[in-house]
């Protein structure tokens, strides 16, 4: 089992991960462990105060690092008392390290080698101050490169990539194989090919007459190139990605 804990304003954004789909699947069957954190339980004035007005000026406000701080200890502690190791804190921040297939292939492979737990802060308003990032933070991921509202998107988007890779989350597990970016999938990290489905013919057109044709083998060279195509006209940065990584080699 791989535990997530989520430190956030807004616990009940995850109801849609952990009551929904194959990530809800995955809670019930206790294949993961969510557990949601709401940042204001540890401030300690008498209006819950979790953010304030930055030193040097400047609009918006700054996430403080007292309330941070007590949230991340106190969920070591619970996961200590709980039997795990505690894991890598996390803020999600546009600053952060683009979050790539292969870096959740690594959370998943890491779970499977023990390191079962893992600390997500979702970061909002301005920022988080500098100070709590130093002393606490391990790891700083992005989504990509723009800014949400907050790094509760983000941190759902990293939670389900990783849940449904986990071994039993799929009803098939081929289907977490052979996908875009996979590195086992139609290429290496490379775009899924394209699929087709009943009707046979549809507005005018028809499926491709070799997946009609049961000949395995010419149904996978047709899909590794349709994979190559798609990838060509939709995503060619992902090729270019591939050939640098082959010249730098294992």
Known sequence: MIRFDIVTLFPEMFDALTGHGITGRACDRGLVTVRLHQLRDYA????????????????????????????????????????????????????????????????????????????IVCGRYEG?????????????????????????IAAMAVLDAVIRKLPGALGEPESAVQESF???????????WPHYTRPEVFGGVSVPDVLLSGHHERIADWRRRAALEATQQLRPDLLSDSSRSEKKGP
Do not use: N
Request: aromatic share 6%; with cysteine.
């Open 44 to 119: 300690h004035d008498a209006y819950k105060t979790i953010d304030d007005r930055p030193y040097g000026g400047g609009p918006g406000m700054v996430m403080m690092a007292g309330p941070l701080t007590e949230a991340v200890l106190a969920i070591q502690k619970e996961q200590q008392a709980a039997g795990f190791d505690p894991g890598p804190v996390v803020l999600m921040s546009p600053a952060g390290r683009p979050i790539r297939q292969a870096l959740i292939d690594r959370m998943v492979d890491a779970s499977q080698a023990g390191q079962t737990c893992r600390t």
């Open 128 to 152: 988080v101050d500098q100070r709590f990032i130093d002393q606490q933070v391990d790891e700083l991921w992005s989504l990509g490169d723009f800014v949400l509202s907050g790094g509760e």
């Open 182 to 192: 996979a590195a086992d999938g139609p290429g290496r990290g490379i775009l899924d």
